[in-house]
T-cell receptor, first 116, second 115 residues
Framework: SQQGEEDPQALSIQEGENATMNCSYKTSINNLQWYRQNSGRGLVHLILIRSNEREKHSGRLRVTLDTSKKSSSLLITASRAADTASYFCATPPRGAGGTSYGKLTFGQGTILTVHP | EAGVAQSPRYKIIEKRQSVAFWCNPISGHATLYWYQQILGQGPKLLIQFQNNGVVDDSQLPKDRFSAERLKGVDSTLKIQPAKLEDSAVYLC?????????????FGPGTRLTVL
C-alpha cells in the first residue's frame, strides 16, 4: 500500500515560476525523503527531513514537515525546464533504527512540467 | 564514483516465460533493494538484502519471484513464470548501511514488458 499521497497529481508551470507539491502520509515517521525521477537520470534522492525538523533548504529546494498533520511540502523556486520530472515523497517505517528500517514506501508522485 | 548498474535495460517476453535481471550496487554498499514500479505509480519494495542475507521480502510474490545476492555484492531477480501484470520497471538500489537515514542510490532500471 502507498504510505504517501502526493498532491497535485500533475502540475504545469512556466520557467521562473515556483512549484509546490504536497505529500500526506499515514503512519508515524522518523524522516521523510523526496526523490525526483526523469528519463535522463532515473530516480535521484533530493532531500531528507527528520521528524524533529520543520523546514529544510537545499539550493532551490525548500521542504517543510508538519508531523501533527502528517504532511510535507516541497517547494522548487525559480523553476527551470530541467526540473521537469516526477517527484515522489518516501518514508521509511518508524523504528529505533537498524537495517530493517531502510526500506522506503513511496507515494504516487507529482508530475511536474516546466515550460521554457 | 560508479553508480548502480543494471542489465538488461529492456526486456520483452511472452507470459509464462521466465526472465532474470542483474544488479551491481555501488562498491562498499552493504544494503541492496529491488523495487517494482508499475506505470503511473511510485516504486514498491520487493526485497531488501543486508550483505548476502534477506532482511525483508514481505512484498515479494514468492510463488513466482526469487532473488539472491551471492557473496554480498551482485544480485539477480528472477520471475518464473511471468504474468501480464508483471509488466513494470524493476529498479535496483543500494545504500551504505540500510538505516532509515541512509540515502538510497538507484540504478537506471529494467523495463519489462510481458505480452
Amino acid at each position: 500500500s502507498q504510505q504517501g499521497e502526493e498532491d497535485p497529481q500533475a502540475l504545469s508551470i512556466q520557467e521562473g515560476e515556483n512549484a509546490t507539491m504536497n505529500c500526506s502520509y499515514k503512519t508515524s515517521i522518523n524522516n521523510l525523503q523526496w526523490y525526483r525521477q526523469n528519463s535522463g537520470r532515473g530516480l535521484v534522492h533530493l532531500i531528507l527531513i527528520r521528524s524533529n525538523e520543520r523546514e529544510k533548504h537545499s539550493g532551490r529546494l525548500r521542504v517543510t514537515l508538519d508531523t501533527s498533520k502528517k504532511s510535507s511540502s516541497l517547494l522548487i523556486t525559480a523553476s527551470r525546464a530541467a526540473d521537469t520530472a516526477s517527484y515522489f515523497c518516501a518514508t521509511p517505517p518508524r523504528g529505533a533504527g537498524g537495517t530493517s528500517y531502510g526500506k522506503l514506501t513511496f507515494g504516487q508522485g507529482t508530475i511536474l512540467t516546466v515550460h521554457p | 564514483e560508479a553508480g548502480v548498474a543494471q542489465s538488461p535495460r529492456y526486456k520483452i517476453i511472452e507470459k509464462r516465460q521466465s526472465v532474470a535481471f542483474w544488479c551491481n550496487p555501488i562498491s562498499g554498499h552493504a544494503t541492496l533493494y529491488w523495487y517494482q514500479q508499475i506505470l503511473g505509480q511510485g516504486p514498491k519494495l520487493l526485497i531488501q538484502f543486508q550483505n548476502n542475507g534477506v532482511v525483508d521480502d514481505s512484498q515479494l510474490p514468492k510463488d513466482r519471484f526469487s532473488a539472491e545476492r551471492l557473496k554480498g555484492v551482485d544480485s539477480t531477480l528472477k520471475i518464473q513464470p511471468a504474468k501480464l501484470e508483471d509488466s513494470a520497471v524493476y529498479l535496483c538500489a543500494s545504500s551504505l548501511d540500510g538505516t532509515a537515514f541512509g540515502e538510497q542510490f538507484f540504478g537506471p532500471g529494467t523495463r519489462l514488458t510481458v505480452l
